[in-house]
C-alpha cells in the first residue's frame, strides 16, 4: 500500500509564505507527481505537477507564486507557496501517477493519479 503524507500546512497573513512536503512510500524518482488544493464548495484543482525528470507545470494563477520541487533522495515532494492570498485558502493534496511524465492536461486530470496523501489544511487571512 502506498502512503503520501503531506505536513506544512498551516494559518498565515496575506502576503506571507508556507512550503508543504509529501513524502511517499513509494519514492519520487519515477513518476509524476502533483499538488492539488480544493477549496470549500469548489471542485479539486491541480496547482502543480513535476514528472520524474524534473519538468514542471503549473496552473496559470500561481505561476511565479509557488514552486514545485521533489528530493528523490528524501523520496518528498515540495510545494513552496509565496506571497499568499485568501484565495490560496484550501485543503492541499499530493497525488502520485504510476507513470513517470506527466499528462498534457494533468492539472485538470485528478482520475490520472493513482495514489493520494490526506491532505493539509492552508489558511490565509487578510
Known amino acids: 500500500q502506498v502512503q503520501l503524507v503531506e505536513s506544512g500546512g498551516g494559518s498565515v497573513q496575506a502576503g506571507g509564505s508556507l512550503r508543504l512536503s509529501c513524502v511517499s512510500s513509494?519514492?519520487?524518482?519515477?513518476?509524476?507527481m502533483a499538488w492539488f488544493r480544493q477549496a470549500p464548495g469548489k471542485e479539486r484543482e491541480g496547482v502543480a505537477t513535476i514528472n520524474s525528470d524534473g519538468h514542471t507545470n503549473y496552473r496559470d494563477s500561481v505561476m511565479g507564486q509557488f514552486t514545485i520541487s521533489k528530493d528523490n533522495g528524501k523520496s518528498t515532494l515540495y510545494l513552496q507557496m509565496n506571497n499568499l492570498q485568501p484565495a490560496d485558502t484550501a485543503m492541499y493534496y499530493c497525488?502520485?501517477?504510476?507513470?513517470?511524465?506527466?499528462?498534457?492536461?494533468?492539472?485538470?486530470?485528478?482520475?490520472?493519479?493513482?495514489?493520494w496523501g490526506q491532505g493539509t489544511q492552508v489558511t490565509v487571512s487578510s
Open positions: 513509494r519514492g519520487t524518482w519515477s513518476s509524476c
Open positions: 497525488a502520485q501517477s504510476l507513470y513517470p511524465g506527466c499528462m498534457a492536461n494533468a492539472l485538470s486530470a485528478a482520475s490520472s493519479f493513482a495514489y
